[in-house]
């Protein structure tokens, strides 16, 4: 039996060990929410109510343990834009209690391994630059070059793609061109790497000549170069079918890649026009009637097929943002409000007691081989689970409302 002076010092030991996690997920600077006044635009809406459901950002994305992972960096991105443009501190200060919590003082990253050579870890690097720029600190400095030389040794096709995971050989996916883009092109910009937009340009003109579909102008979400995976082609490697998202990633990829594309770079004009093959195909399978667009995205009469809402939510985005910077025809902003109407119509829904906004019909998660039967037919891609809330809906929910100034 315990003696009470050890009893008291265990009871002490175990509260100095939760407190910190109870600090963690109860809110840090920032007054709980508990209801989101619905005279706000629909940006501000969905970044509150993000806000509600996760106190910290460490537990978005369903999380019960931290993670650096591309969905936290997704929602934090588009929540450090929202700050921008509001001029609302908080949301800042929301976005470095993740940067802070997952890089210590020597600048390491939190369950990051650079050896992984995973692409979609360099995504919520991007929130890194702004943090950095802001407070000064040399963890975050360290940790950005720590992404960038992930980038310099990651593994590569032969023709200089990179592989999308160490442990997905000879692979090029779509989400890919998000993941790691983005992130390259605000480095090179920022420390006048100008040899590196070649190799950025490299990457969407190789996946747009393996994965693109000459009759209807999609994109296939993956290829892969030995055709030596199950899901692909033997003769061309290429995937079986277009997944909506993949899509979404790619047509956001090009759109925020050129915020940073030197405007004198020879390459600078074959992405836009890239971007606008792009957008043509995916404008002709916007359903005509609600304004979105369906996971698989040229079967929409095909059985169990559905609307899906993060790829509606990055059409809309990388639509009007195209519109918006002059990459795109002005006709094409008719494209981005109607699916805008359809995000509301479909998948929005607000409660009523406090205003929280939900988004629903959400592809939780989609992949090409690896664990799990990842064929990539149609019944794949239609019975993977669905769920509400999901980061991959709600980041770019709030990028198309600031967009369309929603």
Same mark, same amino acid.
């Given at each position: 039996?315990?003696?009470?002076?050890?009893?008291?010092?265990?009871?002490?030991?175990?509260?100095?060990?939760?407190?910190?996690?109870?600090?963690?997920?109860?809110?840090?600077?920032?007054?709980?929410?508990? =209801?989101?006044? =619905?005279?706000?635009?629909?940006?501000?809406?969905?970044?509150?109510?993000?806000?509600?459901?996760?106190?910290?950002?460490?537990?978005?994305?369903?999380?019960?343990?931290?993670?650096?992972?591309?969905?936290?960096?997704?929602?934090?991105?588009?929540?450090?834009?929202?700050?921008?443009?509001?001029?609302?501190?908080?949301?800042?200060?929301?976005?470095?209690?993740?940067?802070?919590?997952?890089?210590?003082?020597?600048?390491?990253?939190?369950?990051?391994?650079?050896?992984?050579?995973?692409?979609?870890?360099?995504?919520?690097?991007?929130?890194?630059?702004?943090?950095?720029?802001?407070?000064?600190?040399?963890?975050?400095?360290?940790?950005?070059?720590?992404?960038?030389?992930?980038?310099?040794?990651?593994?590569?096709?032969?023709?200089?793609?990179?592989?999308?995971?160490?442990?997905?050989?000879?692979?090029?996916?779509?989400?890919?061109?998000?993941?790691?883009?983005? +992130?390259?092109?605000?480095?090179?910009?920022?420390?006048?790497?100008?040899?590196?937009?070649?190799?950025?340009?490299?990457?969407?003109?190789?996946?747009?000549?393996?994965?693109?579909?000459?009759?209807?102008?999609?994109?296939?979400?993956?290829?892969?170069?030995?055709?030596?995976?199950?899901?692909?082609?033997?003769?061309?490697?290429?995937?079986?079918?277009?997944?909506?998202?993949?899509?979404?990633?790619?047509?956001?990829?090009?759109?925020?890649?050129?915020?940073? +594309?030197?405007?004198?770079?020879?390459?600078?004009?074959?992405?836009?026009?890239?971007?606008?093959?792009?957008?043509?195909?995916?404008?002709?399978?916007?359903?005509?009637?609600? @304004?979105?667009?369906?996971?698989?995205?040229?079967?929409?009469?095909?059985?169990?097929?559905?609307?899906?809402?993060?790829?509606?939510?990055?059409?809309?985005?990388?639509?009007?943002?195209?519109?918006?910077?002059?990459?795109?025809?002005?006709?094409?902003?008719?494209?981005?409000?109607?699916?805008?109407? @359809?995000?509301?119509?479909?998948?929005?829904?607000?409660?009523?007691?406090?205003?929280?906004?939900?988004?629903?019909?959400?592809?939780?998660?989609?992949?090409?081989?690896?664990?799990?039967?990842?064929?990539?037919?149609?019944?794949?891609?239609?019975?993977?689970?669905?769920?509400?809330?999901?980061?991959?809906?709600?980041?770019?929910?709030?990028?198309?409302?600031?967009?369309?100034?929603?």
């Amino acid at each position: 039996m315990l003696l009470p002076h050890k009893k008291f010092r265990i009871t002490i030991l175990v509260l100095l060990i939760t407190l910190p996690m109870l600090w963690v997920f109860t809110g840090f600077k920032n007054e709980v929410i508990h =209801k989101i006044p =619905k005279d706000k635009k629909w940006s501000e809406r969905m970044a509150l109510s993000i806000m509600m459901r996760n106190p910290s950002p460490l537990q978005l994305d369903f999380r019960e343990t931290p993670k650096w992972e591309y969905t936290q960096g997704l929602v934090l991105k588009s929540i450090e834009k929202l700050g921008d443009v509001t001029k609302d501190k908080s949301y800042q200060e929301y976005v470095e209690k993740y940067a802070d919590e997952m890089i210590d003082a020597k600048g390491e990253i939190a369950t990051y391994n650079i050896t992984d050579f995973n692409i979609d870890r360099i995504n919520p690097g991007r929130i890194l630059f702004k943090v950095y720029n802001e407070t000064q600190e040399e963890k975050y400095k360290i940790a950005i070059e720590t992404l960038r030389t992930q980038l310099k040794w990651q593994p590569r096709t032969k023709e200089g793609g990179f592989w999308h995971k160490l442990r997905y050989p000879w692979q090029m996916w779509l989400d890919g061109l998000y993941m790691g883009s983005p +992130f390259y092109a605000e480095y090179a910009k920022l420390n006048n790497e100008t040899e590196a937009f070649d190799d950025i340009a490299k990457q969407f003109v190789l996946i747009e000549k393996h994965t693109r579909d000459k009759e209807t102008g999609l994109l296939y979400h993956g290829w892969d170069e030995s055709h030596l995976q199950d899901w692909s082609d033997d003769s061309t490697g290429k995937s079986l079918n277009f997944w909506g998202r993949a899509m979404g990633w790619y047509a956001m990829a090009l759109v925020d890649v050129l915020d940073y +594309f030197p405007a004198n770079h020879p390459q600078r004009a074959e992405l836009i026009t890239i971007l606008n093959r792009t957008i043509e195909a995916v404008e002709k399978y916007q359903d005509s009637e609600s @304004g979105v667009w369906y996971q698989v995205l040229d079967q929409g009469d095909k059985k169990g097929n559905y609307l899906e809402a993060s790829g509606s939510c990055m059409f809309v985005y990388a639509i009007a943002k195209g519109v918006n910077k002059g990459y795109l025809e002005k006709k094409y902003m008719k494209v981005a409000e109607k699916g805008y109407e @359809g995000l509301l119509n479909e998948f929005v829904e607000v409660n009523e007691d406090n205003g929280e906004v939900h988004i629903h019909n959400v592809c939780a998660v989609a992949g090409l081989g690896g664990d799990g039967n990842r064929s990539g037919t149609y019944e794949y891609y239609i019975n993977e689970p669905k769920r509400s809330n999901d980061p991959k809906a709600t980041g770019p929910f709030i990028q198309a409302s600031l967009e369309l100034n929603k």
